[in-house]
């Protein structure tokens, strides 16, 4: 069985360490982050504004992340020994593909190709104060995150909740996959199906408390959390009743 994984939402909302922990974590399981797919500065386009347009989706080469997930898809063991992760023999014939990054249910191709879409928000305050403290490859200018990050973070969120998409539920009690849609998962409803994974222990630092309810649904066996403390800032679209 192949699964793909959404970890999704805002800038610094806490996708990468989410992701990472989880790929530590989980046998066969290999990730791909939408930030490595960013184009060349040169080509990002400056808007009227006068800001780089870093937050919109012609930024990045979308194209060049669907061929990397159907590489995955046609044969997750070879990807996953070129991407230095261990196949575990004894493991179950489960492969997980992780998917991390801030616009990815804003593009069609992938949009249905995810057995669950997580997430990751926190208040506005947070994710200034978060982003303030980060360096990227190209630094914020002064008054970046008000006047292109945070705006656009609201648009493809509208965009995406206007188009139906769903986060953080079973995926085949939701959109119905597109007809030909290339390539695609082999059986929708085997999707939410408890997954005889063994233990998941995941430090409480990685793992938003938001999340705990969800994770079993995609991640059978037991979850342990090392210690009972547990960040608890982060807030989700996936609190929303199912
Ligand atoms: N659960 C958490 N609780 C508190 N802080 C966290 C949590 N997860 C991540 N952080 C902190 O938030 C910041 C952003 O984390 P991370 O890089 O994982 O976010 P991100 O969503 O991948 O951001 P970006 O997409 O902009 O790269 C880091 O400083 C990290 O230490
Ligand atoms: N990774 C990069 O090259 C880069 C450069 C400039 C800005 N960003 C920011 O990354 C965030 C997504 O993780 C976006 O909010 C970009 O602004 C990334």
Wanted: aromatic fraction near 8%; hydrophobic fraction near 35%.
């Amino acid at each position: 069985m192949k699964l793909i994984v959404g970890i999704g939402g805002m800038t610094n909302g806490g996708k990468t360490t989410l992701a990472n922990g989880l790929h530590r974590s989980l046998p066969n399981c290999c990730v791909i982050h939408q930030d490595d797919f960013f184009k060349p500065q040169d080509q990002i386009a400056v808007g009227e504004d006068g800001f780089k347009q870093w937050d919109v989706l012609e930024s990045l080469d979308m194209e060049a992340m669907l061929s990397t997930v159907r590489a995955w898809l046609s044969n997750p063991q070879k990807f996953a020994r070129a991407h230095g992760v261990n196949v575990q023999p004894g493991a179950p014939d489960t492969h997980i593909l992780l998917l991390e990054g801030f616009l990815l249910y804003s593009y069609e191709p992938l949009v249905d190709l995810y057995s669950r879409r997580y997430f990751l928000t926190v208040p506005y305050e947070e994710c200034k104060w978060r982003r303030s403290t980060r360096t990227y490859t190209v630094p914020d200018p002064p008054g970046l995150f008000d006047g292109h990050v945070w705006p656009m973070y609201q648009k493809y969120k509208r965009e995406m909740e206007a188009h139906g998409v769903d986060v953080g539920k079973s995926l085949s009690r939701t959109r119905p996959a597109r007809r030909g849609s290339e390539p695609s998962l082999s059986h929708p409803s085997a999707l939410s199906s408890a997954l005889p994974l063994g233990n998941l222990e995941v430090p409480p630092e990685v793992l938003p408390q938001s999340l705990l309810p969800l994770i079993p649904s995609v991640f059978s066996g037991s979850l342990t959390l090392r210690s009972a403390a547990s960040p608890a800032r982060v807030t989700s679209l996936l609190e929303q009743p199912q």
